[in-house]
């Protein structure tokens, strides 16, 4: 889980071309333009999550609780006509478990119904819905009932995949079974550690989620080490994309990987060893997938002793943070060469309060795509992260990844210049540079 309390922080704590058979796009390039989002992260009121939760408990590791979050619940009409206002021809979002099965077995019609006619809108409005089965949150019932390490938990996850596919395989352009499940795995090659308070409120926040749950266990795939959990991540991938292709064959089907640029500055067992950990295990669970969908937002430089600093010679924001916006570039590179197949770029972005430094970001880290597409890389598209500002996981609302700002009070939504800088290079269908 990741994003939570900032990206850096998360990480921390964790010590084809392929065709779209489905989508009736028309005349327009197959090379999709998007933006993303995150059911918990917009929809609001997600209260049979297990981060609903966690937000909850005290203490939590929370800056505040995710409350009515967008309110895309309501309002994702308006969020798919900005998404095709602009001129983009593909949405990324995902749907919840929680919604869908809200209690063990107890499946929701009217939830399925509900995802079911955002893809069918997308489609209608010659959008390629690109979606995510699990974006980080699971429902609260199978993380009192120990989660992802549950021996159940893999076949649990993947009857969900076959009601959501039947209900709706139809119409989506391409299936990501995971978000980032390598997320945490990352932890010990990041720059940011915990500290040793935020481990311990980690911990406490999770026991309180246990006893609220009448349950001895609580899991969270985000809150620590990973280890124990991955093997069932593992499994729930193979079993869910299979669930999904008994619905429908030539549905490209991947998951979503945390893939920074890793940049090797001190021999390369460092980087080796990260690439052994952090990814190889998922591109061997993903051996069978149709693509694999790449999400960058740094460059990690490993020395020989460890993670280290940007170079000196590294652009920097006006806060100080480095401005590496060709580090999809990179990642995305990797991931073809080590696993041969077409990468979906499924997030990039940056967190910018000031909006200009996202419409400068936006046009650099598209051309580093295109570089890579110019050298061979089949990349089918570039998603941008995120639609819209909003719940950032641990670090709450202050972030902003968006390309649309909300109002917190209002909803209102206020397109912002970068949206348009965006807009202008899908309908171009490029940078041109
Ligand atoms: O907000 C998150 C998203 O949920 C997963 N990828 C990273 C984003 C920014 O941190």
């Not at 609260?140 to 009932?145: D, L, N, P, S, V």
């Not at 609580?218 to 008994?246: E, Y």
């Not at 790449?294 to 280290?308: H, I, K, M, N, S």
Request: proline share 6%.
């Amino acid at each position: 889980m990741a994003g939570m309390i900032d990206r850096r922080q998360a990480l921390a704590l964790g010590a084809a071309a392929i065709a779209t058979p489905a989508v009736a796009r028309g005349p327009r390039d197959p090379f999709l333009w998007g933006a993303a989002t995150a059911g918990h992260q917009v929809e609001g009121n997600n209260i049979n999550a297990d981060i609903w939760l966690l937000e909850q408990m005290k203490p939590t590791l929370f800056a505040e609780p995710s409350g009515d979050a967008c309110d895309s619940l309501h309002r994702w009409d308006e969020d798919v006509a900005i998404v095709e206002a602009l001129g983009l021809t593909a949405y990324r979002f995902s749907v919840e478990w929680a919604r869908i099965e809200p209690a063990e077995g107890q499946f929701s019609q009217a939830f399925l119904d509900h995802y079911a006619r955002i893809v069918d809108r997308c489609r209608a409005s010659g959008l390629a819905p690109v979606v995510t089965f699990n974006h980080f949150t699971t429902p609260r019932w199978f993380a009192a009932r120990g989660g992802w390490e549950a021996p159940d938990a893999p076949m649990l996850f993947a009857r969900y995949c076959d009601r959501v596919a039947r209900a709706m395989a139809h119409g989506i352009s391409h299936a990501l079974t995971f978000n980032e499940p390598n997320l945490s795995i990352g932890g010990p090659w990041s720059r940011f550690q915990p500290s040793a308070k935020m481990r311990a409120t980690t911990q406490a926040m999770i026991a309180a989620a246990a006893k609220a749950s009448g349950s001895d266990r609580f899991s969270l795939l985000n809150g620590g080490d990973p280890t124990p959990m991955i093997p069932g991540v593992l499994r729930a991938h193979r079993l869910g994309r299979a669930a999904i292709k008994a619905v429908r064959g030539d549905l490209p089907v991947g998951l979503s990987l945390a893939i920074s640029d890793d940049v090797s500055i001190g021999g390369d067992t460092l980087l080796a060893a990260k690439r052994r950990a952090s990814y190889e295990p998922f591109f061997e669970a993903g051996r069978d997938d149709d693509f694999v969908g790449v999400q960058t937002y740094e460059r990690t430089y490993l020395g020989a002793d460890g993670p280290a600093d940007a170079p000196k010679s590294t652009e920097r924001r006006a806060d100080g943070k480095p401005y590496e916006p060709g580090a999809i570039g990179g990642s995305v590179r990797y991931a073809h060469k080590a696993t041969g197949k077409p990468i979906l770029v499924t997030e990039n972005g940056i967190d910018a309060s000031d909006d200009r430094d996202r419409a400068r970001f936006i046009p650099d880290a598209v051309a580093a795509v295109e570089a890579a597409r110019r050298d061979g890389v089949p990349v089918l598209g570039y998603i941008h992260w995120s639609l819209l500002d909003n719940f950032e996981w641990f670090s709450g609302y202050k972030p902003r990844y968006g390309l649309v700002a909300v109002d917190r009070a209002t909803f209102k939504r206020t397109v912002k210049p970068s949206a348009h800088v965006f807009g202008a290079i899908a309908r171009a269908g490029g940078t041109k540079r």
